[in-house]
């Protein structure tokens, strides 16, 4: 059974870079989609992008600009950087996994919360 | 960028059948996902490619998607109070390659 666990820290002060790691246990990152995904308090959710396991990435153009997501199949673990954040940004982080565009995203972290305030 | 509506919230009685609806412009063409998301918790996917579900996800749970009317319809029979949840409709935006999702349904049992 693959699991998903997000860390990082918790809290980031405006203008920094929020750097949060996802590590896969139970199975292999081939041929699927590691995605991140968060969820502004009391808010619906919000697609910040992808890293395809063969290096092709995807981004919410809404976030792009700051957006870096990066695999490390050695560790069994993909990242995201989200760089000059704002209040805006304080949300539940979630990392996820994709088959492909038929399959959705079957398997998710349980969700980190990042505060950012200085 | 590709839109996807979803009301509010629905409410239905324990025991009755539940519909969510998901509308979006030519929607029938795209595969659509449903996902369910309780207080505190992570979401988990319930049907995925229109109407197929994922293994111990219960019959209960089943999906439509109708290109004639612009929307997909999650519906959920005899429901229970655990259905109590949020519920998100996502599909794949083709010409802009990434995820969208609905602003969510709040699924309540009276």
């Known amino acids: 059974q693959v699991q998903l666990q997000e860390s990082g820290p918790g809290l980031v002060k405006p203008s920094e870079t929020l750097s949060l790691t996802c590590t896969v246990s139970?199975?292999?990152?081939?041929?699927?989609?590691w995605s991140w995904i968060r969820q502004p308090p009391g808010k619906g959710l919000e697609y910040i992008g992808y890293?395809?396991?063969?290096?092709?990435?995807n981004y919410n153009p809404s976030l792009k600009s700051r957006v870096t997501i990066s695999l490390d199949t050695s560790k069994n673990q993909f990242s995201l950087k989200l760089s000059s954040v704002t209040a805006a940004d304080t949300a539940m982080y979630y990392c996820?996994?994709?088959?492909?565009?038929?399959?959705?995203?079957?398997?998710w972290g349980q969700g980190t919360t990042v505060s950012v305030f200085s | 960028s590709y839109v996807l509506t979803q009301p509010p919230s629905v409410s239905v009685a324990p025991g009755q059948t539940a519909r969510i609806t998901c509308g979006g412009n030519?929607?029938?063409?795209?595969?659509v996902h449903w996902y369910q998301q309780k207080p505190g918790q992570a979401p988990i996917l319930v049907v995925y490619?229109?109407?197929?579900?994922p293994s111990g996800i219960p019959e209960r749970f089943s999906g439509s998607n109708s290109g004639n009317t612009n929307t997909a319809t999650l519906t959920i029979s005899r429901v229970e109070a655990g259905d109590e949840a949020d519920y998100y409709c996502?599909?794949?935006?083709?010409?802009?390659?990434?995820?969208?999702f609905g602003g969510g349904t709040k699924l309540t049992v009276l």
């Open positions: 996502q599909v794949w935006d083709g010409s802009s390659d990434h995820l969208v």
């Open positions: 030519d929607i029938g063409s795209r595969s």
């Open positions: 490619g229109d109407s197929d579900r």
């Open positions: 139970g199975g292999s990152m081939s041929n699927y989609y």
């Open positions: 890293f395809y396991y063969s290096g092709s990435t």
């Open positions: 996820a996994r994709g088959q492909g565009h038929y399959y959705g995203l079957d398997v």
